[in-house]
């Protein structure tokens, strides 16, 4: 069964910065483009960021550019999310899931064509 590890979350001020891991051992995650969402409090899930199977590939949600940076260790079977001046509105549960359509990202993330989702990592912005 495909499925996918997040990590990284936390508890941080705003200004701070984080690093989310989004792994697996039992896949190639390298033949894969694979997005992160974010679901904020009474919110749906929405996407943030997706980098292809080239790694060159990448998207990002206008909340997110200029702050995150996406990336991808495919020997390490990995794709990590980079967050750095972090917003209040930047709290909240995230997870990953493989792009099912192709390799390469989308021009919009739409949530019901990524799957093999985590259980998510948590992200708490607060001073």
């Known amino acids: 069964q495909l499925q996918l590890v997040e990590s990284g979350g936390g508890l941080v001020r705003p200004g701070g910065s984080l690093r989310l891991s989004c792994g697996t051992s039992?896949?190639?995650?390298?033949?894969?483009?694979i997005g992160w969402f974010r679901r904020a409090p009474g919110k749906e899930r929405e996407g943030v960021s997706c980098?292809?199977?080239?790694?060159?590939?990448?998207t990002y949600a206008d909340s997110a550019k200029g702050r995150f940076t996406i990336s991808r260790d495919n020997a390490k079977k990995t794709v990590y999310l980079e967050m750095n001046g972090l917003k209040p509105e930047d709290t909240g549960d995230y997870y990953c899931?493989?792009?099912?359509?192709?390799?390469?990202?989308?021009?919009?993330?739409?949530?019901?064509?990524?799957?093999?989702w985590g259980q998510g990592t948590q992200v708490t912005v607060s001073s």
């Open positions: 980098i292809g199977s080239s790694p060159d590939n990448t």
């Open positions: 899931g493989i792009y099912l359509i192709q390799n390469s990202c989308p021009a919009s993330m739409s949530l019901t064509d990524f799957g093999a």
């Open positions: 039992r896949f190639n995650l390298g033949n894969y483009a």
